[in-house]
């Protein structure tokens, strides 16, 4: 199946600092990608889909500002938390779609981010 | 709103033995229905979906019939193995739209 990276996997600051995690869909184009959020024993939650070269579409109650989105490219879509605080911890998943000959239900997803803000 | 309701884990079993891990939604239509797979150290993978009532999906031995009547989407296998430890996540699609609702995933632990 197709592959789906995020770099890095695991990462650690200090509260104020702002992290940027990437998406890259490794061997198709994706239109669409989306960006999901997991706290520990609960559902991932969708906290925003974004199509290559136009703004995300946030969900309800996801700060825009707070949790910012591009994809600039069809390969590449980027998150970044900005001024992060120890309530951001969390593992952030990606996800992309489109390219492949695979019905609208295939989406890929990348092996997730983890968080911890101190 | 749209929802899904899955088992809690963890869930272990011995080598061989019967698996069901529940899964009931609740939604307003007839959306499509999907089991993904984690797998240690990976990003979930689609195991197995159905798209109408009565389909059932299979992949890798497990299987999944959906239920309209009951609102289920129950995931089975009849002999597990130590390969199929993971977490298991029943989720839906409404067909208005690409966001994908998930359960809160149902951890399996398979002992050889």
């Known amino acids: 199946g ?3 990276s995020q770099h890095p996997s695991r990462v650690i ?3 104020g600092t702002s992290v940027k995690i990437e998406c890259r869909s490794l061997d198709f184009q994706a239109t669409t990608m989306f960006w999901y959020r997991q706290f520990p024993k609960k559902s991932l939650m969708l906290m925003a889909t974004s199509n290559e070269g ?4 946030y969900e309800q109650g ?18 970044t938390v900005t001024s992060a605080h120890p309530e951001d911890s969390s593992f952030y998943i ?25 | ?6 088992m809690e884990g963890p869930v272990t079993l011995s080598e061989e033995a019967f698996l069901t891990i529940n899964c009931t939604y609740t939604a307003t239509g007839y959306p499509s229905l999907f089991w993904y797979v984690q797998y240690p150290g990976e990003g ?11 389909d059932k999906g ?8 959906y239920r309209k009547e009951t609102t289920s989407f129950h995931l089975e296998k009849g002999s597990v193995q130590v390969s199929d430890s993971a977490v298991y996540f029943c989720a839906l699609r409404m067909n208005r739209d690409d966001k994908i609702i998930f359960g809160k995933g149902t951890r399996l632990h398979i002992l050889p």
């Open chain 2, 1 to 6: 709103g749209d929802s899904v309701t899955q």
């Open chain 2, 58 to 65: 299979s992949n890798k031995g497990f299987e999944a019939t």
């Open chain 1, 2 to 4: 197709a592959v789906v």
């Open chain 1, 13 to 15: 600051c200090k509260s």
């Open chain 1, 94 to 118: 990606c996800s992309a779609r489109g390219g492949l000959a695979g019905s609208r239900e295939t989406q890929y997803f990348g092996p997730g981010t983890r968080l911890l803000v101190l």
């Open chain 2, 44 to 54: 979930l993978q689609l195991l197995l979906k159905a798209t109408k009532a009565d």
């Open chain 1, 54 to 57: 136009s703004k995300a579409t």
């Open chain 1, 62 to 79: 996801v700060e825009k500002d707070k949790f910012l989105i591009n994809h600039a490219s069809l390969t590449l879509s980027t998150l």
